[in-house]
T-cell receptor
C-alpha cells in the first residue's frame, strides 16, 4: 500500500512553545489529507481536513488558530500546535486520501506530543 | 454523539478459529464502511471496505458483512493467526469525512 510518513515521531516541549508536525505522502500525490487526534483508549477524532492549495476545514470544537494546518504541496501537510499546553498532549495522526479510491486513507505512524 | 460504536473493547480467540469483530452505527447516510488494523505506536492500516449498496465483501481471510436494516457490520477473520493480534477500528462515512469507532483489541492465542 501507499506510504505516509510523519515527523517527528515523538516530541516533548515546554508549555507555551509551538510544535510543527509534518505529514508526507511518499509515493503518491495527495490532494486531501486529514489530521486526527487520539486520546488513550479512545477513537481517532478528526480534527481537520486539509486540501492542497486551500484552507483547511476544521471540525466543530477544534480551534483553528491553535492548530494551524498548511497543505502547500501535493505531498506535504503540516500541523502546528501553537502555544502548546499540557492538555494538548496527545497522539496526533495524519492520513492521506488514496487518489484512486476516495474511501480509503493511508495513515502515518503518528506523533506523540508531550507538553510539560 | 457516538455515531460508530464498537461495544467490545477486547476479544481473545484461539489460533485457527474464527474472529468476529462487531460494529454498530447510527447514521443511515453513510456511503462506505471500512476496517482498519492498528499496532501499538503505529498508524492504522487499511484492511477492507464495503459499499453501502453491498452486504458482503471478501478479501482472503477477511470478510466484512453489512446489515443495513440493523445498522450493523462485522469483520470475520478465518483462520485467525497470532499476527492478527492488534486493535481493529471500524469506520464509516462518505467523501467528506470518516468517523471511527473506539476499537476492539484482538488477541489471537497460539
Amino acid at each position: 500500500g501507499a506510504v505516509v510518513s510523519q515527523h517527528p515521531s515523538r516530541v516533548i516541549c515546554k508549555s507555551g512553545t509551538s510544535v510543527k508536525i509534518e505529514c508526507r505522502s511518499l509515493d503518491f500525490q495527495a490532494t486531501t489529507m486529514f489530521w486526527y487526534r487520539q486520546f488513550p483508549k479512545q477513537s481517532l477524532m478528526l480534527m481537520a481536513t486539509s486540501n492542497e492549495g486551500s484552507k483547511a476545514t476544521y471540525e466543530q470544537g477544534v480551534e483553528k488558530d491553535k492548530f494551524l494546518i498548511n497543505h502547500a504541496s501535493l505531498t506535504l501537510s503540516t500541523l502546528t500546535v501553537t502555544s502548546a499546553h499540557p492538555e494538548d498532549s496527545s497522539f496526533y495522526i495524519c492520513s492521506a486520501r488514496d487518489p484512486a479510491r476516495w474511501e480509503t486513507q493511508y495513515f502515518g505512524p503518528g506523533t506523540r506530543l508531550l507538553v510539560l | 454523539d457516538q455515531q460508530v460504536k464498537q461495544n467490545s473493547p477486547s476479544l481473545s480467540v484461539q489460533e485457527g478459529r474464527i474472529s468476529i469483530l462487531n460494529c454498530d452505527y447510527t447514521n443511515s447516510m453513510f456511503d462506505y464502511f471500512l476496517w482498519y488494523k492498528k499496532y501499538p505506536a503505529e498508524g492504522p492500516t487499511f484492511l477492507i471496505s464495503i459499499s453501502s449498496i453491498k452486504d458482503k465483501n471478501e478479501d482472503g481471510r477477511f470478510t466484512v458483512f453489512l446489515n443495513k436494516s440493523a445498522k450493523h457490520l462485522s469483520l470475520h477473520i478465518v483462520p485467525s493467526q497470532p499476527g492478527d493480534s492488534a486493535v481493529y477500528f471500524c469506520a464509516a462515512g462518505g467523501y467528506q469525512k470518516v468517523t471511527f469507532g473506539t476499537g476492539t483489541k484482538l488477541q489471537v492465542i497460539p
